[in-house]
Structure formats: structure tokens, C-alpha cells
């Protein structure tokens, strides 16, 4: 990836995880006047989502400034592993935020609080989910362009308080025209239990990535499609791909004809890592050439217990 992308997508991931620092800062100043005021449950749920977020949007801040460093004699593959390590902590204050308000529903369920100043906690919330509508269009944005782990599961999370302020806003409604305070409760059990799936789908990903699940069928398709319609390539064999925290990583065994030159294979692989890299703009690609036709242990083979070596 020429260097001045690499900027342009660093800056971009460091604007965004700033952005995201600030606004949820200032939503939590903003849901604690409301929560307050109003003694809305389903306010204080969306109060401590936001708390959660300053946390998880800090940590993201801190990982992404990290994982920006270029690669180092200790770290050679560079520092993209520290986005995912921070969505799995993140997944972790997701989860617990939820189970909080769910704790304290159960709590007002054996001890109702009358909900008063609805008017004014319906203005937070739409105050609150206008200003996450905006950052979300940035962050996903900015996601797309970097493909970065952090600020995709900053955006998933900023994604649910989309669906939880508009679900609040509602129950403010509703408990407002028709006095029905338990819909508040209900409203907060059911934000909670979305905090919770949420978290396990962002720290489920997280994990992968650590563990180096292999990318999708599809990215590895395109893979396999460009070096099957390369020049010389007569097939493949152990092809192994992993997320190096947005940076793609492809290794690849490549059958060429075994009379050809070194010089002439080098000149070969050398056009398809090209092509791999033209789709795959910031990934890193390495190749090995084998003979055409060459029995031999392969890693496929340990893979698939048929290894006869």
C-alpha cells in the first residue's frame, strides 16, 4: 500500500475514534440531566451504555493509536492485533452494562418509581439519537475505508444506541399518553438483552481475529481466481489467509513448471502478488513456488487427515 494511503487511512481511524471520545462524553453529561429529572429506567439503561462507551471509546482511541506504529524488529507484522484485542474489552463492557440494567429493573419491578418530565427526557433522547446517527455515518465510513476492527465495532455498538434511544423515545411516549410506567421497564429489559447479544457478536469476531480464523470464502475465492488466471500458475496448494487488524495477510504455495529458471518463476509470482495486491490494496502477500506436479507433505493434506508422506 503506497505510504501516503496508509496516512490518509491512519488519520482518518484517529479522527474517528476522537469523534466518538467526545460524543460520548457529552452524551453521558446530557442522560444524566435526564435521567435525573425524569427518573426514567430506560434513560438511566441508555446512561449506561453511554458510560460503557466512554470507557470502550477511550480504549479504542488508545489501541488505534497503537496499532497506527509502523512494524518494528519486535513486532514484524506490526501492531494491528491491538484493535481487536480492544473490541473484545469492549464486548466486555457492552455485556456488562447490560446486565446492570437489567439488574436494577428487577429492582424497580419490586419498587416502581413514578416517571415524571417525560417532555424533557424525550428532548435528550432525540438530541442523543440525532448526534449518534451522525458519527455512525462517519464511522462506517471510515470503517470501510480502513477496514479497521475497532472502529467497526465502535460503530456496531453506536449502531444499537440508534435502536435503543428510538426505542426510549417511544417508551417515554407511551408512558406519557398512557401512563403505563412498567413499558419503561420493559423498554430497559429489552435494550439490555440486545447490549448483551450485541457484545457477544463483536467479541465472537474479536476472537476469531485473534485466533486467525481464516477470512471469508469469498475474499479467499477472489484469492484463488487471480492466481488461477495468472500467467505460468498451473495450481495451488496451501493457501492460508488471516486479519492483521485491517491489513489482509495471504500465504500462498503456487505449481509452476519445474523447468523454468528461478529467475523466470520470480518474474511470475511477482505478477500475481501484483494482481492480489490491486484488489487487495493493504494486504501483504507472501508466495512460495513449487514444481508442477510435486508429491509432497503438505499442509492441506495435515488438514484433511489424508497426508500419506
Same mark, same amino acid.
Given at each position: *500500500? ?7 487511512? !491512519?488519520?482518518? @481511524? ?14 453521558? #453529561? ?82 416502581? @418509581? ?10 435528550? *433522547? ?10 455512525? &455515518? ?6 470501510? @475505508?480502513?477496514?479497521?476492527?475497532? =472502529? ?21 411516549? &407511551? ?31 474479536? &476472537? ?36 492483521? +487488524? +485491517? ?6 504455495? #503456487? ?8 529467475? @523466470? ?16 490494496? !493493504? ?13 509432497? !507433505?503438505?499442509?492441506?493434506?495435515? =488438514? ?6
Amino acid at each position: *500500500m503506497p505510504q501516503s494511503l496508509i496516512e490518509t487511512n !491512519n488519520r482518518l @481511524k484517529r479522527a474517528a475514534a476522537s469523534a466518538s471520545v467526545m460524543l460520548s462524553g457529552g452524551l453521558c #453529561l446530557l442522560k444524566i440531566f435526564g435521567a435525573f429529572y425524569t427518573g426514567s429506567l430506560a434513560i438511566l439503561s441508555s446512561l449506561i451504555d453511554s458510560l460503557a462507551d466512554v470507557f470502550a471509546s477511550s480504549i479504542s482511541f488508545v489501541a488505534i493509536r497503537f496499532s497506527t506504529r509502523p512494524a518494528s524488529q519486535e513486532h514484524r507484522y506490526g501492531y494491528g492485533r491491538a484493535e481487536s484485542i480492544s473490541a473484545l474489552v469492549q464486548s466486555a463492557f457492552i455485556a456488562g452494562s447490560g446486565l446492570f440494567v437489567m439488574y436494577d429493573g428487577f429492582v424497580r419491578l419490586l419498587d416502581p @418509581k413514578p416517571l415524571e418530565k417525560a417532555e424533557l427526557g424525550i428532548i435528550i *433522547m432525540v438530541i442523543s439519537l440525532a448526534t449518534t446517527v451522525a458519527l455512525i &455515518v462517519f464511522q462506517k465510513y471510515v470503517a470501510r @475505508k480502513t477496514a479497521s476492527p475497532a =472502529i467497526a465495532a465502535d460503530s456496531a455498538h453506536y449502531t444499537v444506541d440508534v435502536l435503543t434511544n428510538a426505542s426510549i423515545i417511544l417508551s417515554l411516549i &407511551v408512558v406519557k399518553l398512557f401512563n403505563m410506567s412498567w413499558f419503561d421497564i420493559l423498554t430497559a429489559f429489552a435494550i439490555s438483552a440486545y447490549l448483551i447479544y450485541n457484545a457477544y457478536k463483536i467479541a465472537a469476531e474479536a &476472537v476469531a481475529a485473534l485466533t486467525d480464523r481464516e477470512l471469508s470464502e469469498e475474499v479467499r475465492k477472489q484469492v484463488i481466481d487471480i492466481v488461477m488466471n495468472s500467467e505460468g500458475v498451473k495450481g495451488y496448494h496451501d493457501f492460508r489467509s488471516r486479519d492483521l +487488524g +485491517g491489513a489482509y495477510f495471504f500465504e500462498i504455495h #503456487l505449481e509452476l513448471d519445474g523447468s523454468l529458471t528461478l529467475d @523466470k518463476t520470480h518474474e511470475l509470482t511477482d505478477k500475481a502478488e501484483e494482481k492480489i495486491k490491486e484488489t487487495f490494496p !493493504n494486504a501483504q502477500v507472501i508466495i512460495h513456488q513449487d514444481p508442477y506436479g510435486l508429491h509432497e !507433505n503438505r499442509l492441506d493434506y495435515t =488438514i484433511d487427515g489424508k497426508c500419506d508422506l
